[in-house]
């Protein structure tokens, strides 16, 4: 049968097991080292919960910065915009009521330039007549041509009916080249037609200044947007970025929707720099204000106290480890020393069981495995089974390739004799020159006839060109021993006799194929058996 249950101990060996003394310096280095550990781990437990807690408190600081900033710049737009917006509002019902056919030019003219004083935001007043030409405006000169029917405002009041203020996105003054936020009022004619524009403009540098007098890092941002996403004002101020939508930013697209003020700590699609900000939708107009402190500014600190910290503690569990070391050095060298010999121990021992070109068991180690499994096979009453194999023709293959390219070959006959070998018991042996052989304890005659198969079928698999092969690549012929020593008188000789013969049967019978004997004695026996 191809099962087989796990082999007994065979004793211990003294070279592998550590002295009673090294045990005890082992058992005294453990302690050392968790008492050593146990301290250093309390020092790092306490460091690290107070570090948590300060980590934590920078940014409950930050969040309460960025929400108050959030709400004092959201007042501040609020108020600049509602002046203007008053204003217009108080001039439109005006200007309608005299009827722009009828408007007084210088005496507007005067009135306009007296409430511009007034107010520090505003870059400037303009009446605009149905076409969209200039009819008054504070300024003292009106360019030429003066038409503004081609602005985005003047086209939506044009087309909308609507009276309530419009708040527009950034453009460039036709007067003065300034940037401008443009704040607009449809006019109406008695009968409720489209009668022109009345505007009033905040100048972007007036949010610019205000923006600047707050303390925020280097890396902090201000901005004043649309509802719909479309930068009016920032800071760091950057001309190019004026008019970007952020209406795929974190904020705008899954905070924004939620909540008209809060707190989000989001990637910036502006200059991808990580924030923490505040935002706020004003409560009266389309805007929102977002504030925000880079992650690295509200950090800083708390990482230059944690280096501070670090340094501290690196000092004391250094000079704690210089102690405990003095005491561990002599335990570990002692447990180093030992540690060498054992595997320079193991390691000459399985130098001397293991072929060196093909990594197999070599003869040694076979001879030692053939009593052990002898007297286990013994003792369960089991099966054990050799096959012996060798490569055909392999002179002709020498004198042909080389004993280079010879021991290339039997380094990948090795191989696949290892391969075909899958049981932790197996044993693949290299026995010498071309001939190998496989021990299988547990193995009855149909089981050994199987692994043979397979092993000659990985052989073939091989094609290895061997043109003196009459078959023209390289194969092998086996021979199979079975042995019951419960019930016969099984020696190692015995065994590796009868593997030899039915070798040489195989041979005879035209090599490439395996032969075997019947299960008795670890003998040949008269029925042998070719495939």
């Not at 010999?341 to 130098?351: E, V």
Request: hydrophobic share 40%; aromatic share 6%.
């Amino acid at each position: 049968m191809l099962g087989r249950t796990s082999p007994e101990k065979k004793g211990h060996d003294a070279a592998e097991t550590a002295p009673i003394k090294a045990a005890s310096d082992i058992a005294a280095f453990r302690l050392t080292v968790i008492f050593m550990l146990t301290v250093i781990l309390a020092f790092l437990g306490v460091e690290g919960w107070r570090t948590w807690r300060d980590y934590h408190a920078a940014f409950s600081s930050a969040r309460d910065s960025v929400t108050n900033l959030a709400r004092a710049t959201a007042q501040h737009a609020e108020d600049a915009i509602r002046q203007v917006d008053v204003l217009t509002a108080a001039l439109g019902e005006r200007v309608e009521g005299d009827g722009l056919q009828n408007i007084n030019s210088p005496r507007i003219h005067k009135l306009l330039v007296q409430q511009a004083k007034l107010m520090p935001q505003l870059h400037g007043l303009f009446i605009y007549g149905p076409d969209g030409q200039w009819i008054v405006t504070d300024k003292e000169i009106i360019p030429d041509p003066a038409n503004n029917a081609d602005r985005d405002y003047f086209q939506y009041h044009r087309t909308h009916t609507d009276r309530n203020v419009r708040i527009g996105e950034v453009v460039k003054s036709k007067s003065t080249d300034d940037l401008i936020i443009p704040i607009s009022r449809r006019l109406n004619n008695p009968d409720g037609s489209f009668a022109g524009v009345l505007l009033g403009t905040i100048k972007v540098s007036y949010f610019v200044d205000y923006y600047g007098d707050f303390k925020i890092d280097d890396k902090g941002a201000l901005v004043l947007a649309l509802r719909s996403g479309t930068i009016l004002v920032r800071r760091p101020f950057i001309a190019s970025v004026i008019g970007q939508s952020l209406a795929d930013s974190e904020v705008f697209k899954n905070y924004l929707p939620v909540a008209n003020e809060g707190i989000a700590e989001v990637r910036a699609i502006v200059d991808g720099t990580e924030r923490l900000y505040g935002y706020r939708a004003l409560t009266t107009y389309p805007l929102v204000v977002e504030t925000g402190l880079s992650r690295e500014s509200i950090i800083a600190p708390w990482r230059w106290d944690l280096i501070k910290t670090g340094f501290v503690l690196l000092s004391v569990i250094s000079a704690f480890s210089v102690f405990g070391l003095i005491v561990l050095r002599q335990l570990r060298q002692r447990m180093v020393m030992e540690k060498d010999l054992r595997r320079a121990h193991q390691a000459m021992k399985d130098m001397a069981l293991t072929d060196s070109l093909t990594g197999l068991a070599n003869r040694r180690r076979l001879d030692t495995a053939l009593v052990d499994e002898i007297r286990l096979a013994r003792r369960q009453g089991s099966s054990i089974s050799l096959i012996m194999i060798d490569v055909d023709h392999f002179k002709l293959y020498n004198d042909t390739y080389g004993h280079a390219a010879g021991d290339d070959c039997l380094s990948a006959v090795g191989m696949a004799i290892s391969q075909a070998v899958k049981r932790p018991g197996d044993l693949a042996v290299r026995y010498g020159g071309e001939e190998f052989s496989v021990l299988l304890p547990n193995t009855d005659i149909r089981g050994a006839a199987l692994v043979a198969q397979e092993i000659l079928e990985s052989i073939r698999s091989l094609r290895i060109e061997h043109t003196a092969h009459p078959q023209g690549h390289v194969t092998a012929s086996a021979g199979i021993a079975v042995g019951r020593p419960a019930e016969h008188d099984v020696t190692p000789a015995s065994l590796i006799d009868s593997a030899d013969k039915m070798l040489y049967a195989a041979k005879q019978k035209g090599r490439d194929r395996y032969c075997s004997g019947g299960e008795r004695s670890g003998q040949s026996v008269t029925g042998q058996q070719c495939d």
